[in-house]
């Protein structure tokens, strides 16, 4: 699974999705991707994720990439691709067309769907590093 409009991380040389709620000041709480096995240990168990709080400094990178596209002439953001499926939310104004088009969801919440990656055009992905600018912040 590639993600997409989420912050990731990467520490020790390993991907991970990463929250800063309730992380000490200067840290991050790594997430176990479930689709991948992981060499470190110390992780705890919470619910259904694993995950450990680091500290940022001690990240590879840090950032969040925000992958947009079209599909059927309309506007999308992309939150995942995995096995040519691409997970997706409408950014467009019309509850007709969303419904029509099979996407799931209502009008104050939005509508999303699974639809072929193959038919996304115009996709653009725009990379927002979170740990460059973390790093310009806290210089010295």
């Known amino acids: 699974m590639t993600w ?3 912050e990731m991380a990467v520490y020790r040389g390993e991907t991970f999705r ?3 709620s309730e992380a000490v000041a200067g840290h991050v709480w790594v997430i176990q991707l479930r689709d991948r096995a992981y060499a470190q240990d110390g992780f ?4 259904d994720v694993r995950l450990k709080q680091v500290p940022v400094a ?3 990178a840090w950032y969040r990439d925000r992958m947009t596209a079209t ?3 309309q506007p999308f953001a ?3 691709v995995h096995a ?4 997706v939310e409408y950014l467009g104004r019309s509850p007709s067309w969303a419904r029509s088009n099979g996407l799931e969801g209502n009008q104050r919440d939005g509508f999303c769907g699974k639809v072929n990656s193959d ?5 653009q992905v725009e990379r927002i590093d979170h740990l460059a600018r973390w790093r310009e912040k806290h210089a010295g």
């Open 84 to 87: 040519d499926r691409a997970s």
């Open 58 to 60: 001690e990240l590879d």
């Open 78 to 80: 992309v939150s995942g």
């Open 4 to 6: 997409f409009n989420q």
């Open 18 to 20: 990463t929250s800063r």
């Open 119 to 123: 038919e996304l055009t115009d996709v």
């Open 71 to 73: 599909w059927r002439g």
């Open 44 to 47: 705890e168990q919470l619910g």
